[in-house]
């Protein structure tokens, strides 16, 4: 089983930074991205920023700019900088893994972390 282990959440004041965390564990051959969501209260959960193995990025519009999604290939891990945060950054902050492999010929799949809270506010 593949595991998606987030950290770094917290309480931060408008115009603050946060460094978010994802680890993939488990029997891992190969995944083709990773990337951060997010779901405010209310509201559907939508896309912040994404990483493939070949360092392609995609950010949201919102957030272009002010935030930086980095990853370690070798130790499955993605990271989100996130500076300049805004009260509107408030929300649950999820992990996705896309196109995992366990094995060389083995069959993609997509594994989503638990979520960790971001509150921006003074």
């Known amino acids: 089983q593949v595991q998606l282990v987030e950290s770094g959440g917290g309480l931060v004041q408008p115009g603050g930074s946060l460094t978010l965390s994802c680890a993939a564990s488990?029997?891992?051959?190969?995944?083709?991205?990773m990337g951060w969501y997010r779901q405010a209260p209310g509201k559907q959960r939508e896309l912040v920023a994404t990483?493939?193995?070949?360092?392609?990025?995609n950010y949201a519009d919102d957030v272009e700019g002010r935030f930086t999604i980095s990853r370690d290939n070798a130790k499955n891990t993605v990271y989100l900088q996130m500076n300049s945060l805004k009260p509107e950054d408030t929300a649950v902050y999820y992990c996705?893994?896309?196109?995992?492999?366990?094995?060389?010929?083995?069959?993609?799949?997509?594994?989503w972390g638990q979520g960790t809270q971001v509150t921006v506010s003074s």
């Open positions: 488990g029997r891992i051959f190969s995944v083709d991205a």
């Open positions: 996705k893994a896309v196109g995992v492999r366990r094995s060389y010929y083995g069959d993609r799949s997509n594994y």
């Open positions: 990483s493939t193995i070949a360092g392609k990025t």
